[in-house]
């Protein structure tokens, strides 16, 4: 029998997960993760979205490097691009994506201002997307930790 | 008779994310998958592999030929070195690999790209992120894959059939002129 703090942190978590969705933090993709998880692979969105973590880092760490040059090699660019457009994309982070596409089209046209304003914003947006999934996944630890279950978002927009 | 074995998907994509998606995608539709990170590993594992002199020439392949029994394969467009389209054509090209159906996955809509892998021999082609609606849409094809071998092989038995039966008539009446069989 559930207790008044299970509770409370399940309303808790959807209202938080709800917000995220709300404000454009999460896509529909992220929900896919969260239905492939099971008892019998219960650490997989922690896993992917750890993964995701490492890998954007690793992108904006390259991409910093690759704008950094004196001859500005864009199709490099680009690739980096690409592939962050691709991971957020495959988590369901709808911010990132959505600055990497803005991103991919100013490499097109290699303007070099906009790209490095690109830059700024995909970090800005990966730092907001990274605590908010890290806090989600901790409201999440506590109530499994509660002995509760991670309620389901019902997704009806 | 044999329990109907779980089908086999070779899944390729470069993007580790991505490949432990498509990977749980398929394992809960009970196929069992094997993941790689390049087209040219695919081949590997495939038993198509670089001959110095010659490029992946399936008489090589034959005798490396490994024991394993890939049902589809799926893989990424856009890997860096040899891509998804150049996989396909690869595989359409072999003799032993050409029956397998390959699906084709890019996280781009580019219709030119879509027909081109369609033209070459693909039979799906899903825009990324891939969904669990997409990985349903496979059994059809492997079903389809299985029922023609199963054909095939009967077709061979029937044809094996024939073949004894004109034999046997040929011995009980050796006055008749002995039926060449068939080759």
Redesign the interface.
């Known amino acids: 029998m559930q207790n008044m703090e299970v509770d409370q942190m399940q309303r808790q978590y959807l209202d938080y997960i709800k917000s995220l969705f709300l404000e454009g933090f999460l896509d529909g993709?992220f929900l896919?993760?969260q239905?492939?998880q099971d008892e019998n692979?219960p650490d997989?969105v922690v896993?992917?979205v750890s993964?995701?973590f490492e890998?954007s880092e690793r992108l904006l760490n390259d991409l910093t490097f690759a704008l950094d040059q004196k001859g500005i090699d864009f199709k490099k660019v680009d690739a980096h691009v690409?592939?962050l457009?691709?991971?957020s994309?495959?988590?369901g982070a709808q911010r990132v994506k959505n600055c990497c596409i803005a991103f991919r089209n100013f490499c097109e046209e290699q303007n070099i201002d906009e790209c490095l304003s690109c830059l700024q914003q995909v970090k800005q947006e990966y730092c907001h997307v990274k605590n908010k999934l890290e806090t989600l996944i901790r409201l999440e630890q506590q109530i499994v930790a509660a002995g509760g279950s991670i309620p389901t978002m019902e997704f009806s927009f | 008779m044999a329990l109907e074995t779980r089908f086999h998907v070779l899944a390729v994509d470069d993007s580790l994310i991505d490949r432990m998606l498509i990977e749980r995608l398929l394992k809960t539709s009970s196929f069992n998958v094997t993941t790689v990170d390049s087209a040219t590993k695919a081949l590997k594992f495939l038993g198509l592999v670089e001959d110095e002199l010659r490029t992946f020439e399936t008489s090589v392949a034959s005798e490396i030929h490994q024991d394993v029994d890939v049902n589809l394969i799926i893989t990424d467009y856009c890997m860096p070195g040899m891509t998804g389209y150049d996989l396909l054509r690869k595989i359409k090209e072999s003799k032993s690999l050409k029956n397998i159906p390959v699906v084709i996955m890019s996280s781009e809509n580019v219709p030119s790209r879509i027909n081109r892998c369609l033209e070459e021999g693909a039979e799906e082609f899903f825009l990324k992120p891939v969904q669990q609606a997409d990985v349903n849409k496979l059994k059809p094809h492997l079903m389809k894959s299985r029922n023609k071998g199963d054909q095939d092989q009967e077709q061979e038995q029937d044809q094996h059939f024939h073949n004894k039966r004109k034999d046997m008539e040929a011995i009980s009446s050796p006055n008749k002129t002995r039926l060449k069989c068939s080759s």
């Open positions: 993709q896919q993760l239905q492939l692979n997989f896993e992917v993964l995701f890998d690409h592939q457009k691709g991971s994309s495959s988590i």
